[in-house]
């Protein structure tokens, strides 16, 4: 039992997916996992425990930007083992080699926030995935025959950025924006745990557009499937 998570030792598997939003937690677990049962609806932050192919596997929300997202997924590796964490989510791509729909298998994340700072002061963190993951995704993307990129996004506090630090991070070749991975991958180094975001682009700052409800949907399908193939094909390696 934590703050946050209103669920007893043992109900959280050690592989867990992590999407913003609590009702794709439970889109996830009634389309993709097999005996899904809720643990928690505190604040309506929905979590769901299941299997897929006979691993146990873990769906939470985690609300939006790192701060929220900070809370969920301390209390998981703290509190509930959680040993292999990837973050689904939507981006913003800011590269012109980057289409709408596309997946980004995310190997690092940029930040403008001051968590960073707060953790390591003057010292600059590289916020990294775990390569383990990055790659066994980076293989089954391929297999799946999917448009994907392995690259790096830049996680951002403010959804409606005024100083468009978008620009800056495209400069240097990062593919898209979104607002959590790099507190997720902090919080993996510190717990030595394993963690991962793939994204779909959703939207392009760049060239300008958006994807569709219904866009969204099938293109999530393939974010999902990869990322639950992940998690089976790192379990079968034990
Ligand atoms: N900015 C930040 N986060 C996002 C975006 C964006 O444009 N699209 C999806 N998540």
């Known amino acids: 039992m934590s703050t946050h998570i209103n669920a007893p030792e043992g109900a959280i598997a050690p592989n ?7 009702l794709r937690a ?16 505190v604040r309506g932050m ?15 929300g985690t609300g939006m930007g790192q701060p929220s997202l900070s809370i969920y997924v301390t209390e ?17 791509a800011v590269s012109a080699d980057t289409q709408l729909r596309d997946t980004i298998i995310v190997n690092a994340a ?10 390591f002061g003057s010292l600059h963190f590289a916020p ?14 391929e297999k799946m025959g999917i448009r994907y990129q392995v690259g790096s996004v830049a996680s951002s506090d403010f959804f409606y950025d005024k100083n468009e630090n978008w620009k800056k991070w495209a400069e240097y070749g990062v593919l898209g924006i979104e607002m959590e991975s790099a507190e997720l991958f902090t919080l993996a180094a510190e717990h030595k745990r394993n963690a991962m975001a793939i994204m779909t682009v959703s939207d392009h700052i760049l060239l300008g557009g958006q994807t569709t409800a219904e866009e969204r949907q099938t293109t999530f399908t393939n974010m999902m499937k990869l990322a639950l193939e992940t ?3 790192v379990n079968a390696k034990k």
């Open 231 to 233: 998690i089976v094909a």
């Open 128 to 141: 990294t995935a775990s390569f383990p993951l990055v790659k066994t995704a980076d293989s089954i993307a």
């Open 26 to 41: 439970k889109f996830i677990a009634e389309n993709f996992l097999e005996d899904a049962k809720c643990y928690n609806e």
């Open 46 to 60: 929905l979590g769901f425990t299941g299997t897929y192919k006979g691993v146990p596997v873990s769906v939470q």
């Open 76 to 92: 998981l590796f703290r509190f509930y083992g959680v040993q292999n964490a990837i973050r689904v989510g939507t981006c913003g």
């Open 110 to 119: 940029c930040s403008d926030s001051c968590l960073l700072n707060q953790r």
């Open 16 to 22: 867990i997916l992590l999407p913003g939003d609590p």
